[in-house]
């Protein structure tokens, strides 16, 4: 079992910056791939950006690419997502997701989920 809890969501201007970051609980953290997910209103859950176990392998949604950052760190259980230049369409709810596999993987593999926290962008 993993419980994961996150955090750093905010009000945000245009081209402003936010960091999430999500405590995970449990021993198998370090063994898991992780990822981070959106939803806005009224559209369905999106992925934003994957990390696996050990930090070596990274993918991004198109629409974030060289402008968000996914990281870990396994001694401290914790995954981030460093968020620059936002726009108003990056306005949703972010979901911190550990999948049961170990390397980049479907959103199907992703099955322990956190909260969410609002980030909202304003224009």
């Known amino acids: 079992q993993v419980q994961l809890v996150e955090s750093g969501g905010g009000l945000v201007q245009a081209g402003g910056s936010l960091r999430l970051s999500c405590a995970a609980s449990?021993?198998?953290?370090?063994?898991?791939?992780m990822g981070w997910f959106r939803q806005a209103p009224g559209k369905e859950r999106d992925v934003v950006a994957r990390i696996s176990w050990s930090g070596g392998s990274t993918a991004y949604a198109d629409s974030v690419k060289g402008r968000f950052t996914i990281s870990r760190d396994n001694a401290k259980n914790t995954v981030y997502l460093q968020m620059n230049s936002l726009k108003p369409e990056d306005t949703a709810v972010y979901y911190c997701?550990?999948?049961?596999?170990?390397?980049?993987?479907?959103?199907?593999?992703?099955?322990?989920w956190g909260q969410g926290t609002q980030v909202t962008v304003s224009s």
């Open positions: 449990g021993r198998t953290f370090s063994n898991r791939a």
């Open positions: 997701a550990a999948s049961d596999k170990a390397y980049l993987s479907g959103s199907w593999a992703y099955n322990y």
